[in-house]
């Protein structure tokens, strides 16, 4: 049984910065995708990036630049390093995770369609105010 529990959500005023965990158990695989999923209020669940099993990342244009995503494979955990944090990136934010390639947010992978990603988190809320 895999499971994901995120953890790091929270208050911050914007421009500050949160550190965002999701620990991994029962994962069996070599070959895999993770990633990290938002929603907010009134919207569709959208990606924010993904990284695979050979460190590869892609990440939505609403986040370039300031958004880091990383895994730490001794502890099974993945990480959002959310840095220069804006009122409109308030959202519950998701760890999820997939057997197999990543998608790439530069040839049209969104995350709104939650089927392509097999396991999922619970959620951790993270409220950015201005």
């Known amino acids: 049984q895999v499971q994901l529990v995120e953890s790091g959500g929270g208050s911050v005023q914007a421009g500050g910065s949160l550190r965002l965990s999701c620990v991994i158990s029962?994962?069996?695989?070599?070959?895999?995708?993770m990633g990290w999923f938002r929603q907010a209020p009134g919207k569709e669940r959208e990606g924010v990036a993904v990284?695979?099993?050979?460190?590869?990342?892609s990440y939505a244009d609403a986040v370039k630049g300031r958004f880091t995503i990383s895994q730490e494979y001794r502890k099974n955990t993945l990480y959002l390093q959310m840095n220069s944090l804006k009122s409109e990136d308030t959202a519950v934010y998701y760890c999820?995770?997939?057997?197999?390639?990543?998608?790439?947010?530069?040839?049209?992978?969104?995350?709104?369609?939650?089927?392509?990603?097999?396991?999922w988190g619970q959620g951790t809320q993270v409220t950015v105010s201005s």
């Open positions: 999820a995770a997939k057997y197999g390639y990543c998608p790439t947010f530069d040839l049209g992978f969104n995350g709104r369609d939650t089927r392509e990603f097999r396991y």
């Open positions: 990284i695979d099993s050979a460190a590869y990342t």
């Open positions: 029962g994962y069996t695989g070599s070959s895999y995708c």
